[in-house]
Antibody, heavy 121, light 107 residues
Framework: EVQLVESGGGLVQPGRSLRLSCAASGFIFHDYAMHWVRQSPGKGLEWVSGISWNSGTIGYADSVKGQFTISRDNAKNSLYLQMNSVRAEDTALYYC??????????????WGQGTLVTVSS | AIQMTQSPSSLSASVGDRVTITCRASQGIRNDLGWYQQRPGKAPKLLIYAASNLQSGVPSRFSGTGSGSDFTLTISSLQPEDFATYYCLQDYNYPFTFGQGTKLEIK
């Protein structure tokens, strides 16, 4: 059974940094692209970032480019999102999601339950 | 970035009804589109990939059509568990973009 467990969320002050993690199990992690998607309270889904199986291809939403950094450690079956200089508009539930295959340009077929990030002073 | 325009934003229907949700891309995206269902308080779930392919385990009452810039999701006979919010997502290029969502409510 595929499991994606996000962690690292919490209350953070504007301008500070936060690192989210996603622990994956139940599939061969290094064979698949991975993504982060967020959802602000009461709002729709926003794709944040994606990374191919070997970290060779990475993409970001325009809203986070230059601010967030996605990475993965295939030896640890883990995905990360480094969030710098956070703003109030970064407040959201952050989901980790698995790609359909190794390529970043595919759908998202498994999702975690999310970790909540609240940016407030 | 490619804009995804989804309609309607909300829809009231009854159990047994046939409903259709549409998504239009601001440029051609081949068939690189998926449909996702999100129930309240839950993570999204992939229903349809590559515009018309049913994800494993998803009931056959769900179907998707379209290519290029116009896409539809059809639920042939609504069941109580289908009342949720539905999103399209283009994975043609990045940044990926979602439609704004369609909230399907019980009439």
């Amino acid at each position: 059974e595929v499991q994606l467990v996000e962690s690292g969320g919490g209350l953070v002050q504007p301008g500070r940094s936060l690192r989210l993690s996603c622990a994956a199990s139940g599939f061969i992690f290094h064979d698949y692209a991975m993504h982060w998607v967020r959802q602000s309270p009461g709002k729709g889904l926003e794709w944040v970032s994606g990374i191919s199986w070997n970290s060779g291809t990475i993409g970001y939403a325009d809203s986070v480019k230059g601010q967030f950094t996605i990475s993965r450690d295939n030896a640890k079956n883990s995905l990360y999102l480094q969030m710098n200089s956070v703003r109030a508009e970064d407040t959201a539930l952050y989901y980790c999601a698995k790609g359909v295959n190794y390529d970043i340009l595919t759908g998202l077929d498994e999702w975690g339950q999310g970790t909540l990030v609240t940016v407030s002073s | 970035a490619i804009q995804m325009t989804q309609s309607p934003s909300s829809l009231s229907a009854s159990v047994g009804d046939r409903v259709t949700i549409t998504c239009r891309a601001s440029q051609g995206i081949r068939n690189d589109l998926g449909w996702y269902q999100q129930r309240p308080g839950k993570a999204p779930k992939l229903l349809i990939y590559a515009a018309s392919n049913l994800q494993s385990g998803v009931p056959s009452r769900f179907s998707g059509t379209g290519s290029g810039s116009d896409f539809t999701l059809t639920i042939s006979s609504l069941q109580p568990e289908d009342f949720a919010t539905y999103y399209c997502l283009q994975d043609y290029n990045y940044p990926f973009t979602f439609g704004q969502g369609t909230k399907l409510e019980i009439k």
